[in-house]
């Protein structure tokens, strides 16, 4: 096991983030990178050590990787992978774009008949919400809603990610359909674990229910949101208007999970505050680290919610500083 | 101005029925507004 090599595609604030989880983790022997940034490739080899040796292209299998981590920029991540399936390589992908989830949703058969996994959005949004998902509705004997708010950015790829997704079209999932809105639209107030605290969320393009919808047979309600200032979705509709920060500051996830319990209606709100970045890296390197593993609960592509057991999940993120909190509510 | 009036409290009336069923009979329970947050530990990480 110690001879494993994980490839890692894409050095930018998440992936970065990866490659020191897995250095760190005795599954992984080689740490195998690439990155366009010839430069940053290498100062991220060097902060590695012997264990990191910087691979010649994005789809090289030239050092024999068992799993790749795509880490880039929305919109590559389904190229990407059909190249690593093609060579019975399992995929682990970070994207939140809801075209690169549907894209990577669709080689699912492939992936099943070629006996790998892909896993699909293992970030903090979605991935880490997912998971919390997952947890929650083990509680209930029926879920009914789940509605996911993020707020904050990791690097400067997933602000971008954030801007576009505010003035494209939401997908959420209502009654047994998909339902389009768009985006910027439905104010609601959501509380995040402290001290984020509250901010307004609004539709975005967002993936959350296409990955949630398969996961909880009966589902009726499945909705993301991200927060945003009223200068958000003003310039949502324009290029943006300055270079995103090299990395965002806070930022938290929310997931509000409503089903039966029994003959009772309730309510399970769980939440994450941490560096988006370094969480989503936590993330993808504890999914690289099941695949590796073989605990993924089945072969083939699906969201985190379908392919990993949440509480060994959890705390082995919680091992890693990334720590899950439930919201208690006080009667009055 | 009877009809108007009598039609209007006729429509108030079914609005308010309306508004009833759907309160009692909803989905899902009402999200907690106030209380805190609490890390995860112990049995539920087990």
Redesign the interface.
């Known amino acids: 096991m110690a001879a494993t090599t994980v490839k890692i595609v894409g050095l930018g604030a998440v992936g970065s983030r990866v490659a020191r989880q897995l250095a760190s983790s005795p599954e992984v022997g080689t740490i195998a990178l690439w990155d366009s940034n010839a430069p940053k490739t290498q100062a991220v080899a060097h902060s590695l050590g012997a264990a990191a040796k910087i691979d010649s292209s994005a789809t090289s299998v030239e050092l024999a990787p068992k799993l790749v981590v795509l880490a880039t920029p929305v919109g590559t991540h389904v190229e990407l992978a059909q190249a690593y399936l093609a060579q019975n390589i399992s995929v682990v992908s970070v994207s939140d774009s809801v075209e690169d989830v549907q894209g990577l949703m669709g080689l699912d058969a492939e992936a099943r008949e070629r006996g790998v996994s892909v896993v699909v959005g293992a970030g903090f949004s979605p991935g880490l919400s997912c998971v919390l998902a997952k947890h929650a509705g083990a509680l209930f004997s029926q879920v009914e809603e789940i509605h996911v708010a993020t707020t904050g950015t990791g690097g400067p790829a997933c602000a971008r990610q954030h801007h576009r997704a505010l003035s494209s079209i939401s997908i959420d999932w209502r009654d047994g359909v998909w339902q389009s809105r768009q985006g910027g639209s439905g104010r609601t107030l959501c509380w995040f674990p402290d001290p984020v605290g509250a901010k307004d969320c609004y539709r975005a393009a967002r993936p959350e229910a296409l990955l949630l919808a398969p996961a909880f047979p009966g589902l009726e309600r499945a909705t993301s949101r991200v927060s945003a200032t009223r200068r958000d979705r003003i310039t949502a509709w324009l290029p943006m208007l300055y270079r995103p920060h090299p990395e965002g500051g806070p930022g938290a996830i929310r997931v509000e999970v409503h089903g039966r319990i029994d003959d009772r209606s309730d309510v399970v709100v769980y939440g994450v505050m941490d560096r988006p970045a370094v969480a989503a890296g936590g993330v993808a390197a504890v999914s690289a680290l099941a695949v590796l593993n073989n605990t993924v609960l089945r072969q083939g592509a699906a969201g985190l919610a379908e392919l990993v057991e949440p509480v060994p999940f959890l705390a082995d993120l919680q091992r890693r500083g990334i720590k899950a909190a439930v919201f208690e509510g006080v009667t009055v | 101005m009877l009809t108007t009036i009598r039609r209007a409290l006729v429509a108030f009336s079914i609005a308010g029925l309306v508004a009833a069923v759907l309160r009692l009979r909803g989905?899902?329970?009402?999200?907690?507004?106030?209380?805190?947050?609490?890390?995860?530990s112990g049995s539920?990480?087990?």
């Not at chain 2, 989905?27 to 209380?35: C, L, V």
């Open positions: 989905a899902g329970g009402t999200p907690p507004t106030n209380g805190g947050w609490r890390e995860l539920e990480l087990r």
